[in-house]
């Protein structure tokens, strides 16, 4: 592996934002891509540190997010609040057995997934692991494809919020529990994009820090 030579090793630089590669400039000069005027970096500023700052955010938040109500409902035969837990067991026991696992598959499974994932790649390159960086890379790939179905999330509150608006005399308020979903769904984005995976690959160079 150390024998196959790197951008970074040929004073390249990759742009963030238009993906160009150009040379890095001479010492003391400005490192801006050519084609968009971004600025260049050979690995994203605090990579680690922006990471693990919104990871452990979004786990702090998971938990309310779960047991918090996410919906106050309000009808002639009084209020009920339902979490999100509580609404997979209503569809379940009603036979809705395809939306419940649906329900429950992008609410509680995808975002608990991409946080222990992202842990897993934050944690091997804090600790200078050189161990499966294939399987690694792979599994960022997949965090990245995951999140592109984060607003599946949403749609599954909406749906859930249809189901209970067949009564017209029904009110439906927002709970505390989904400002904090909300809050999961955006901070495991902001980790997964904090997170520079050429980190895995070049943190064994002498003198580097992730």
């Given at each position: ?49 922006r990471t693990w700052s919104f990871l452990i955010a979004a ?152």
């Open positions: 592996m150390n024998a196959v030579p790197t951008a970074a090793g040929m004073g390249l630089l990759s742009c963030e934002v238009c993906r160009l590669v150009s040379r890095a400039p001479a010492p003391g000069g400005d490192a801006h891509c050519p084609r968009c005027g971004a600025t260049l970096h050979a690995r994203k500023p605090a990579s680690l540190a786990m702090l938040l998971y938990v309310p997010a779960n047991t918090l109500p996410i919906m106050d409902t309000s009808s002639l035969f009084g209020t009920q609040r339902d979490t999100i837990v509580s609404g997979v067991a209503f569809l379940w026991t009603s036979g809705s057995f395809v939306l419940a696992a649906l329900v429950f598959f992008a609410s509680v499974m995808v975002p608990l997934a991409k946080m222990i994932a992202l842990a897993v790649l934050a944690g091997s390159v804090q600790v200078r692991s050189v161990r499966n960086r294939r399987t690694r890379t792979r599994l960022f790939r997949l965090v990245e494809f995951i999140g592109r179905w984060s607003m599946l999330d949403i749609y599954v509150v909406t749906i859930l919020v249809a189901l209970v608006q067949v009564n017209t005399l029904a009110t439906i308020h927002a709970g505390p529990g989904a400002a904090a979903f909300g809050a999961v769904v955006v901070l495991t984005m902001f980790a997964a994009a904090s997170f520079d995976p050429r980190l895995i690959w070049d943190m064994q160079e002498e003198g580097e820090r992730p």
